[in-house]
Structures are given as C-alpha cells and as structure tokens.
Nanobody, 111 residues
Framework: VQVVESGGGLVTPGVSLRLSCVAP????????VEWYRQPPGAQRAFLAR???????EYSESVKGRFTVSRDNAKNAAYLEMDNLKPEDTATYYC??????WGHGAQVTVSA
C-alpha cells in the first residue's frame, strides 16, 4: 500500500495550510487515518485521527487549531492547520490503518 502526503511548504506564521494524504487503490473507507508530526531532533508525536466509523480525535496540543477530515470516494484524508506557529515546523506523516506510513511532508513556519 502506498501512502502519499502532500501540501507541505514554507509559510509565515498565522497562515493556514492543508495537508493531503492519499492511498490509491485501497479500500480507504475501512481504515482509520492518523496524522503525526516529527519536529527536528524530536520524536514523532500523534496529532489527530479520523476513524472508519466517523469519529475524530485530537491531541490536546492541536485541538481547536487543526482539523482532520476524509473523503473516502477520493481515498484521501486531510489535515487543515490554522494559525500556524513556528513550533509547528516539522515533518508531517499520515498513518493509514495503523499499518502503513507515508514518507512525510515538510512544513516550515518562519517569518
């Protein structure tokens, strides 16, 4: 299974960014999709989850600022990140079905 993140980049503080996670050819709807991030020199940390039965869960560190969603028809999930801060700088990973990791998308927040 191939999992691909996209939508990262270099942005200034305060802006919004949406990451996408696609997994072509999968039965996407049966899988949970989780988002993690790994800042430079730090461990990978859980951010948010959308489950197959429609639940959403968030880490306290991003609750209210990040929103996870999914479009099963497109085999895709998204992470909308609002009011980005320099401390959000990290590589962001999609984790499909608690089995498959993407290669990551770099997000850099800098003035």
């Amino acid at each position: 299974v191939q999992v691909v993140e996209s939508g990262g980049g270099l942005v200034t503080p305060g802006v919004s960014l949406r990451l996408s996670c696609v997994a072509p050819g999968t039965t996407f709807s049966i899988f949970s999709v989780e988002w993690y991030r790994q800042p430079p020199g730090a461990q990978r940390a859980f951010l948010a989850r959308t489950t197959a039965d429609g639940r959403f869960e968030y880490s306290e560190s991003v609750k209210g600022r990040f929103t996870v969603s999914r479009d099963n028809a497109k085999n895709a999930a998204y992470l909308e990140m609002d009011n980005l801060k320099p401390e959000d700088t990290a590589t962001y990973y999609c984790y499909l079905g608690r089995k498959w990791w993407g290669h990551g998308a770099q997000v850099t927040v800098s003035a």
